[in-house]
């Protein structure tokens, strides 16, 4: 009876640590998200800029006052400096990581966000970002968001 506890134990151990330990990229990956939500926190233009890539691309799926959908592109370093700019209020980004798929130097990642100026909620949506891995670590080098004040949970 001891024995077959004793493999039944095993047996679970042997299951879910792998599944429990993550991938080292994917840690990485993660570190290098949360960073630049850090740093828009801290409204520090180093560790916002350290996170992306300088070809970098940023995009924001809207709609017009008519309600068509419509793109807008902005510039990295234009978003660097009004996000770093001194501001009374935390601009604070809160994220869930909902997917990671990552094959060799390219990684996809989906977070659901809820954006509030301190403790005050904004607005919602999603992010997709796309990242290289560099020969350091992984950087943003796409990121386009949606945004909407309705459908929040």
């Known amino acids: 009876m001891n024995k077959l506890i ?27 998200i949360n960073q630049l939500f850090d740093g828009m926190r801290k409204s520090d233009s180093t560790l916002i800029r350290a996170a992306f890539n300088k070809e970098a691309i940023l995009q924001t799926i809207g709609k017009t006052k008519e309600g068509n959908t419509i793109v807008r592109n902005t510039d990295l370093n234009q978003f660097i400096a009004g996000i770093s700019k001194p501001h009374p209020d935390v601009y604070d980004e809160r994220i869930a990581f909902t997917k990671i798929l990552i094959d060799d130097n390219l990684a996809s990642v989906w977070t659901d966000y809820k954006f509030y100026i301190e403790e005050k909620f904004s607005h919602c949506g999603v992010n997709s970002f796309q990242l290289v891995k560099t020969e350091k670590d992984w950087k943003i080098l796409y990121l386009i968001d949606t945004r909407r004040k309705e459908n929040c949970n």
């Open 6 to 32: 004793t493999l039944f134990g095993l047996l679970v151990i042997a299951v879910t640590v792998p599944a429990a330990a993550q991938n080292p990229d994917e840690e990485a990956i993660k570190k290098t």
